[in-house]
């Protein structure tokens, strides 16, 4: 089957990016797929169309502006004549997409993957879910979201993932080995991680002022924050000028700013006491719920402790 998807670059880091780049790999491993993508969001240094080392004819990385124009959909609907048409972002990004559904989906069905992690229900999205042959919901709350809003439209549920072969606990001696070689005489801290691009809706230079606020009151020998995200990020802050305008200028927040291999940045969460993520207008789930609170619960009653 030959799928024709449109998202983020699937070689770019952002969350639509790396789940599209989980999804093609994972299917075609199976040799039953061959997929063209057209690759949006960023800003390209060419256009010319990319191929992996791994996977040559069977994946082609088409870049394009914002997601893609009308024309480009029609065209590679009529030369290439894919089986099916898999898109994924925010609706608000597909409104063009949707105006030519009824020249789409004679020829080929179209997948929405799909996230709306916040109530009321959006009822202003039901022309738009109904557009679709079929909507994937990530979270449990946007598979009740799709299924109240539109429920003439096919929907199942799939949730976002990471590769569970990578991702896991390690076993404690290793943690205190790398602890000891990567931390070195900090090894004892209280240590949490952030990882996400440094985008205003992330929070980030929030979060400095926050952790300030904490070790003023915990100690500021007592912790460190570990953000992994660009410094100077063309759509964040500045965040090393937050560092300098806070005084937290003796390693109480360390970046990392280098791209990690997934082993190496599993290791990372493996040696950390907590991760932190926060965002604005955008839901987290009900399980990220309950385990935040567990966590809270132990922060604050670590902080107790030093206090």
Avoid at 15 to 43: D, E, P, R, W
Avoid at 241 to 267: H, Y
Wanted: hydrophobic share 35%; glycine share 6%.
């Amino acid at each position: 089957m030959k799928i024709l998807t449109i998202s983020d670059s699937p070689l770019a880091p952002s969350g639509v990016g790396t789940q599209t780049n989980y999804m093609i790999q994972s299917l075609l491993k199976t040799g039953k797929y061959k997929f063209i993508s057209l690759g949006g969001a960023i800003k390209h240094q060419d256009y010319n169309p990319i191929k992996t080392e791994e996977w040559k004819d069977d994946w082609l990385i088409i870049p394009v502006d914002g997601y893609g124009t009308q024309e480009q959909i029609r065209s590679l609907i009529r030369n290439e004549k894919p089986d099916a048409l898999w898109f994924m972002t925010d609706p608000r990004f597909f409104g063009w997409l949707w105006e030519i559904e009824d020249e789409i989906r004679p020829s080929c069905p179209m997948i929405y993957y799909h996230v709306w992690d916040n109530y009321p229900y959006p009822r202003f999205n039901e022309p738009l879910y109904s557009s679709n042959d079929i909507v994937v919901s990530i979270s449990k709350v946007t598979d009740d979201i799709v299924r109240t809003v539109s429920s003439e439209v096919e929907c199942i549920h799939i949730p976002h993932a990471v590769p569970s072969d990578t991702f896991k606990p390690f076993p404690d001696d290793i943690v205190e080995v790398l602890k000891k070689d990567n931390f070195g005489d900090d090894k004892d801290k209280f240590i949490c991680f952030w990882n996400n691009r440094n985008a205003r809706r992330k929070q980030s230079g929030t979060l400095i002022y926050w952790w300030k606020k904490f070790l003023d009151k915990v100690g500021h020998d007592k912790a460190k924050l570990i953000m992994h995200t660009d410094v100077r990020d063309p759509y964040g802050q500045n965040l090393q000028a937050i560092i300098e305008d806070t005084g937290l200028t003796r390693g109480e927040v360390v970046f990392s700013q280098q791209k990690l291999a997934l082993k190496d940045l599993a290791a990372l969460y493996n040696m950390v006491d907590c991760t932190i993520n926060i965002s604005d207008a955008e839901g987290f789930g009900r399980r990220f719920t309950r385990t935040s609170y567990r966590w809270r619960k132990m922060v604050w009653d670590w902080t107790q402790t030093c206090v």
